[in-house]
């Protein structure tokens, strides 16, 4: 009898998994928009939350992005960190607000990861960033902000159609 039971237990769980392994293959289909973005370099991310390097993270309320325009990238992103070494040349900084040539553009698909990561290299008159951007086939987004002279800091948000 108790064998019995152990079997129909058994039974249960092959027919659980193997529903779970169905829908995880159905859901490997890529959106339209997320090839379409990747492959013309055409990419708006509008971020949600902020994880500083030094404090807690925190969501983000007010409309900030980042925009890839083939050769430019305009960043719109709240900074908060510090300064390892000032700028000499002003006393206002921009922080993440500018917008810029790409020097580097690197883009790598990761399909065991299901996601496309991108590098970029830029400079300002203030600093030179490493904007290191992954792409989730679902449409998340995840994005690290190197710069040379202050703490890095990541963004978290949602890849949109233009």
């Given at each position: 009898m108790k064998r019995i039971g152990l079997y129909i237990l058994l039974a249960a769980l092959c027919i659980a998994c193997n529903t779970a392994k169905n829908n995880l293959n159905e859901s490997n289909d890529i959106p339209d928009f997320v090839v379409d973005a990747l492959q013309n370099k055409n990419i708006?991310?509008?971020v949600n939350q902020m994880q500083p390097q030094r404090y807690y993270s925190r969501d983000i309320y007010s409309y900030h992005y980042i925009k890839i325009n083939q050769e430019t990238l305009i960043s719109d992103l709240p900074y908060l960190g510090q300064v390892q070494t000032p700028s000499a040349y002003s006393s206002i900084t921009k922080g993440l607000n500018f917008t810029e040539v790409i020097r580097q553009y690197e883009q790598?698909?990761?399909?065991?990861?299901?996601?496309?990561?991108?590098?970029?290299?830029v400079k300002n008159d203030e600093d030179s960033y490493l904007y290191r951007i992954f792409i989730y086939y679902n449409g998340n987004a995840e994005i690290m902000v190197k710069p040379t002279k202050r703490d890095y800091i990541r963004f978290y948000g949602q890849l949109i159609q233009d």
């Open positions: 708006t991310v509008v790598v698909h990761n399909p065991r990861k299901k996601r496309a990561e991108i590098n970029i290299i």
